[in-house]
C-alpha cells in the first residue's frame, strides 16, 4: 500500500517529515519508508487562462490559442480537444523544465509562434490522462506557479503491511497509528448528507440468503448522477494511492475505500432486472464473469451478489460485467457490506482473483463502518457527479458483531515483558488506539470492530508494547549453568565424518533436494520417488531418493568448467515411499572423478581411479573407528556392472558404490568415469563410539620380512592376506600388500603381489630363529592353498 | 711510480672490481687478486724494507687500513650475495610446494557452525526434524489454520494435501515441545523449501536456525538478551540491535531485528542501502496457541521462539552477490571458504 503524506497530514496533526514519520511507524509495527516524491518534480509551469482559440491555418487537428498568463498573454499552438475559451489551464513558459527532463523553448510551428506549451496531466507528470489538456479549477489565480500553488512537493508513504492488520489498509487506519504515537487525534471528514425525499427502501429490498457468509449488507440509491471526470484533488489522492483514476463514480469508491478501507460497488441500478439485492451463496458449478471480461466457475463457497433473476457480483471480490458503471449511468446502487473472510479467502485463491476488496475483506475489514463508508461516498456522489441521494440507506445486518470485551491483567502485561508499566499508562496506550476501557475491580478492554487481530490479552501485550516502544524493554540474560546443553550422538558424528573427509581433502557440496523424477527412471532407480504437487519445473519436480544425481550433475558442471579435479562429498537427505508412507533418511555421497591438478609441478598426472574412492572409504572408516568395510559384488542400475557394489560393516548393509555406469554418464554428458559411494548414516550411528580407549606402544621391537609371489591374476588379495594372516601364529601384527605388478618377467595371466610382514611380541624382543619358522609356514600356506611361486 | 700513488691506484681498481662481482665465484677472484699471496698490497709490503722507518711507518700505516677496508667491503658482499639471492647454486627454491590439498566446508554449514556453536555456549541443545513435514506440525499446530492470510507468506510445495516440504524450521519447536517438558532450551538447525523461482536472490531451498525456550517467567527481555549476546558474539561485540514490532502468526508480541550494518559501522552504504541496518531475524514470544497444542499451560509457561535465515547472513557475511552460488558448487567457489 502507498498513500501521500498530505493525505496523511489532513487526517491527523503530528510534527514530523516523512523520514522520521516513517521511523516512528516501523518501530511501532507498521513498516513504511519515504523513498520518492508522488510527483517528480517540474518548473515554469503556470495558470494560464485561455483568452482566444483560432483554427490552425495548416492544420485541422491544431488550434492557436492566446493565454493570459498573468505578467502576459502569449499564443501556442494546442493540440487538445478541450482547449476552450475561459478554459483555466497549466502552461508551461519558455524555459520551463517537465518531469521527463523536456526543456521548452520557443517554437514556430508552420509559421506561428508558440512562445510555451499548454500542458496534459501526463505532460506534467500528476496523471495517465494526456488526451486533453489539464482543467484547473476556475479559483486558481491566473499566473501563479503550479508546483507552489498545487503543493505538489509531497512525499509518498510505502507501507509494507503485515497480513494481521486490515485496520492499517487505509488513510485512516494508518491516521489512527500516528495519532495513538503523537498523542493527538484522527480528525475523520466530516460531512452533512442532503437527502431527497424519495425512499431508498421503495427502490430496493436487501435479503442475506447466507448471514454467515455475509453478516451485513447495505446501500444507497443516488439518481441523476452525471458520469463524468475527478477533479484534481480527488485524482491526485489516488495516483498518490497508486490506483488509476476512471471517473467520477468509480473514483469517490476508490477515495473511501482507500480512505475508511471499506471496498465500495457502484451498480447502474438501471441494469437491474428487479428492484432488489439478494444475497446468495453460488451453485456449484454456476457461472459468472467479473467486469475483468473473465468467467469464473463457482462453487459453494463463493458469495454471489444478485438481483433475484441474475448475478451481478462476484460478493467481495469483484462486480460484474453486466451491471457496471458506464458513461451513460444515471442512476447508481452504492453497496457497502461486510462479508466473511474464510469465504473470500478460498474463493480469492481458488479463483486467483487479487482485488483490493477481496484483500481487505479476505483479512477482515470492519462490519461496522459500513454504514459511514457508504453515506460518505453518497455525500461525495451528490458533490462530484451531481447525485441526488435517496432517503435513508438501506441496511440489511442481521445480528450486529458488538466489540470483543477482554480482561487484561498489568501484572500479567509486566510478566510477559519484563518491565513495570503501570495500569493507567496501558490503558492511556489503548485509549490511544481507540480501544474502549471498563475499569473498575478488573479492566475490561472493547476491541474495536476493526481490529479482528485483537482477540485476546495476549495481543493487547503487543499492543501496549509496541506503542511503548520495544526499545524501551530491558535486556536479561538467563545463566545458562540451570540447563546445560548436550551434543547428540548423531551431531558429533555428523561433524566428525565432514572434519574427517576435509581432512582428505574432499570439497563439501550442497544441492537441493528435488531432482527430475524421468531422469532417476531413466537411470533405472526405483520408482519411489516423491512428487510434489506443485512443482517449480519438471527438473525439480520429486525428492531424490539418492543423492546420485546431484552428485554427477556437480561433477558435470565443474568439468564443464573445466575443473578437473573433483573429490567432494555431500551430507544430504533423501526419502522414498514405503507402504502407504514414507521414509525420510541422512545419507553422505562421495564423488570422486578426474585427476589431480596437473598445474602443480609436482602432481602426479594420474587420473583417479577406483582405488582413490576405495582409500577415501578406509581412511574413513578408520578415522571414525567404524570397523572394516566390505565389498559385496551387487549390480545396481546406474553403476557399472562388475564395479557395482553393496556396503556392509560385518552384516549390517550400509550402502552403495562403484564407478558410475556410462548410460549414467551419457545422461549427463560426462566423458570421465566418476567414482561413487552413498552410505546411510542413520546405519552407521550405532556402529560409532564417541568415547577413544587409548592402545599402549609396543614395548618390544618390530622384525619385518619382505615376500613376494607369483599367483594367477583370479586370485584377489583380500584371500591371500586372510591366509597370511591365519598362519602367523599370533606374532604377525601387518601385513601391508605394498606392490602388485604384471608385465615383463611375469607369466602371461598371473601377476605378482608382494607384502610387507611385521611380526612382533608382546613378551620379548623376537630373534630371527622364532620369525624364521612361521614366515616359512606362512610361504608354505600361500603355495599350498594358491600354488604361489616364491618370486625372487 | 711512488707507492702512495701505486695504493690509491689500487684502491681505484679494487673500486671498479667490487660493482662487477655477480656471484661468489667473482668475489673469489677478486679476494685473490687485491689480498692474495701474490697480491700487489703484498708486493708493496715485501718492498718496504728497502724504505726509510718515517716512509716505512706511513705506507705500512695506508696499505694496511687498505687491507682492512677491503676486507671488510668484501665480507659485506658476500652476505649480500647470499642474501640477495645471486647465489651459485641451482637449487631453484621458487617452485611451488608440493601441496596436500586440504578439504573444505561448505560455507552455509560453516556459518551454520559459528551459529550453533554460540547459542550452544549459552545452553541451547540441538534437535532436527524432517524436512517433509506435515500440514499440521508446519502450519497448524503453529497457529495458521488453512484458509489464514499468513499462509500467504509461506509459497508451500505441497506433497499431498497433508504434507508439504517443511517451509521453515519452527515445526522442529512443535515436535520438541511436545515430547519434552520445561525447561526447554534448544536450536533447530536445517533446509527448508519455498516455491518461488530460482533467481539471484532467491532460492527454492534454503536454511535456517530456529530457537526457543521456554521455562517459566520467560520475557521479552530474556529473548532480547539472547540475542544482543548471540550478534555480539557474531558480528563484533560493537554490533546495535534493534527490535521492530511484526507478525508471525506463532509469536506474540513478534520482533523483526535489524543489526546496525557491519561494513559501514551504521553510517549507510551499498550493503545496507544507505538505512545502516541489516535485517537478519525474527523472533517473538512463543503464542499460547502454540502451548495449546503441545499441551504446555500458557498460564504457568511462557517462552520466546527466533528464526536466522542463514544464507542471508552468509551473503551478507562474504559480500556474495548470488544466492544460487549455493547450491552450483563451483569448486572454484568452494575452495575460497
Partial sequence: ?792 | MDLKQQILEIKENFARAIENIKDSDDLEQVKIEYLGRKSRFNQILKGLKDLGVEEKKEIGRLANLAKQDFQARLDELKSSITASGRTDSKFDYTLPGKRSRLGRTHPIVTTMREISDIFFGMGFGTEIGPEIETDYYNFQALNMPRDHPARDMQDTFYISGDLVLRTHTTPVQVRTLERSKPPARFIAPGRCYRNEAISVRSHAAFHQIDGFFVDRDVSFADLKGVLVAFARSFFGSDVKLKFRPSFFPFTEPSAEVDISCFLCNGKGCALCKRSGWLEILGCGMIDPVVFDYVGYDPEAFTGYAFGIGIERICLLKYGIDDIRLFFENDVRFLEQF
Fill in chain 1, 1 to 792: 500500500m502507498q498513500l501521500g503524506f498530505n493525505w496523511l497530514k489532513e487526517l491527523v496533526d503530528f510534527e514530523w517529515d516523512a523520514a522520521e514519520l516513517c521511523e516512528r511507524l516501523t518501530m511501532a509495527g507498521v513498516a513504511c519508508e519515504s523513498t520518492r516524491p508522488v510527483f517528480e518534480e517540474f518548473s515554469g509551469v503556470v495558470a494560464g487562462k485561455i483568452k482566444k482559440v483560432e483554427r490552425h491555418p495548416e492544420s485541422e487537428n491544431l488550434s492557436i490559442c492566446t493565454v493570459d498568463i498573468g505578467l502576459k498573454t502569449v499564443t501556442t499552438v494546442c493540440g487538445a480537444p478541450n482547449a476552450a475559451v475561459g478554459l483555466k489551464s497549466s502552461f508551461a513558459t519558455v524555459g520551463a523544465e517537465l518531469p521527463d527532463g523536456t526543456r521548452i523553448e520557443p517554437v514556430e510551428k508552420q509559421g506561428i509562434k508558440s512562445e510555451g506549451m499548454l500542458c496534459s496531466e501526463k505532460e506534467l507528470g500528476l496523471s495517465d490522462e494526456s488526451s486533453i489538456i489539464m482543467e484547473l479549477e476556475a479559483g486558481i489565480k491566473t499566473g501563479s506557479d503550479l508546483w507552489e500553488k498545487l503543493d505538489l512537493d509531497e512525499p509518498l508513504i510505502e507501507f509494507e503491511l503485515t497480513p494481521n492488520r486490515p485496520d492499517c489498509m487505509s488513510a485512516i487506519g494508518i491516521a489512527r497509528e500516528i495519532a495513538a504515537l503523537a498523542g493527538t487525534v484522527v480528525k475523520r471528514p466530516e460531512f452533512e448528507l442532503d437527502e431527497i425525499e424519495k425512499q431508498a427502501a421503495e427502490e430496493v429490498r436487501i435479503e442475506i440468503a447466507d448471514p454467515q457468509a455475509c453478516p451485513r449488507y447495505a446501500a444507497r440509491i443516488i439518481e441523476h448522477i452525471k458520469v463524468a471526470r475527478s477533479p484534481f484533488w480527488l485524482k491526485r489522492k489516488l495516483f498518490a494511492a497508486g490506483i488509476r483514476p476512471i471517473n467520477n463514480v468509480v473514483d469517490i469508491t476508490n477515495l473511501v475505500l482507500m480512505e475508511y478501507g471499506q471496498p465500495l460497488h457502484a451498480f447502474d441500478y438501471e441494469l437491474f432486472s428487479m428492484p432488489q439485492v439478494l444475497v446468495r451463496t453460488a451453485l456449484e458449478n454456476e457461472k459468472f464473469t467479473t467486469l475483468d471480461e473473465k468467467e469464473h466457475t463457482l462453487k459453494e463457497d463463493d458469495i454471489l451478489i444478485t438481483d433475484a433473476t441474475k448475478a451481478v457480483a462476484l460478493g467481495g471480490i469483484m462486480g460484474g460485467l453486466n451491471s457496471e458503471v458506464n458513461e451513460n449511468t444515471n442512476k447508481v446502487l452504492l453497496e457497502s457490506a461486510y462479508f466473511n473472510p474464510t469465504n473470500i479467502c478460498r474463493t480469492r485463491k481458488r479463483l486467483a482473483i487479487q482485488s483490493e476488496s477481496a484483500v481487505r475483506f479476505e483479512k477482515g475489514a470492519d462490519p461496522n463502518i459500513v454504514d459511514t463508508a457508504c453515506n460518505y461516498a453518497a455525500y461525495l456522489l451528490s458533490k462530484l457527479a451531481g447525485g441526488r441521494v435517496l432517503n435513508g440507506i438501506v441496511d440489511a445486518y442481521p445480528r450486529v458483531i458488538e466489540p470483543l470485551s477482554i480482561e487484561l491483567r498489568p501484572s500479567r502485561v509486566n510478566q510477559l515483558l519484563a518491565t513495570d508499566i503501570t495500569a493507567p499508562q496501558m490503558i492511556d496506550i489503548l485509549h490511544s488506539l481507540e480501544f474502549g476501557i471498563k475499569s473498575g475491580k478488573t479492566i475490561m478492554v472493547d476491541v474495536p470492530t476493526f481490529r479482528p487481530d485483537c482477540t485476546r490479552e495476549v495481543d493487547l501485550v503487543e499492543e501496549i508494547a509496541r506503542i511503548y516502544g520495544y526499545d524501551k524493554i530491558g535486556t536479561s540474560l538467563r545463566a545458562s549453568g540451570d540447563l546445560l546443553a548436550e551434543r547428540s550422538t548423531e551431531e558429533l558424528f555428523i561433524e566428525r565424518i565432514r572434519e574427517n573427509l576435509g581432512r582428505q581433502g574432499l570439497y563439501e557440496i550442497m544441492t537441493i533436494n528435488l531432482i527430475d523424477p524421468d531422469k532417476g527412471r531413466k537411470l533405472g532407480m526405483e520408482d519411489k520417488f516423491i512428487g510434489l504437487l506443485n512443482p517449480l519445473s519438471a527438473d525439480l519436480a520429486a525428492y531424490r531418493t539418492n543423492l546420485f544425481m546431484n552428485m554427477l550433475q556437480v561433477v558435470a558442471r565443474n568439468l564443464n568448467r573445466r575443473q578437473n579435479d573433483l573429490k567432494l562429498f555431500e551430507i544430504g537427505n533423501i526419502a522414498y515411499r514405503a507402504d502407504a508412507s514414507h521414509i525420510e533418511e541422512t545419507h553422505l555421497a562421495i564423488g570422486i572423478c578426474g585427476r589431480p591438478d596437473v598445474r602443480n609441478w609436482a602432481v602426479s598426472e594420474q587420473e583417479y581411479d577406483f582405488f582413490d574412492l576405495k582409500g577415501v572409504a578406509e581412511e574413513f572408516c578408520k578415522g571414525l573407528r567404524l570397523g572394516n568395510l566390505t565389498l559385496k559384488e551387487q549390480n545396481h542400475p546406474f553403476l557399472e556392472r562388475g564395479v557395482s557394489f553393496d556396503l556392509y560393516f560385518g552384516d549390517t548393509h550400509v550402502g552403495l558404490g562403484g564407478r558410475a555406469s556410462n548410460n549414467s554418464l551419457n545422461l549427463y554428458d560426462i566423458e570421465t568415469p566418476v567414482y561413487y559411494i552413498e552410505l546411510n548414516i542413520g546405519k552407521l550411528i550405532p556402529l560409532y563410539t564417541k568415547d577413544l580407549v587409548y592402545r599402549k606402544l609396543p614395548k618390544f621391537p618390530s622384525v619385518w620380512r619382505d615376500i613376494a609371489v607369483i599367483v594367477d591374476e583370479g586370485i584377489f588379495a583380500d584371500r591371500l592376506l586372510q591366509t597370511i594372516y591365519g598362519s602367523g601364529n599370533n606374532i604377525l601384527v601387518n601385513a601391508e600388500l605394498f606392490d602388485v605388478y604384471t608385465g615383463r618377467q611375469i607369466e602371461e595371466g598371473k601377476k605378482s603381489l608382494a607384502f610387507n610382514l611385521e611380526f612382533r611380541s608382546e613378551e620379548k624382543t623376537l630373534t630371527d630363529e622364532e620369525v624364521e619358522p612361521v614366515f616359512n609356514h606362512i610361504i608354505s600356506q600361500l603355495q599350498n592353498q594358491f600354488d604361489a611361486k616364491l618370486r625372487t
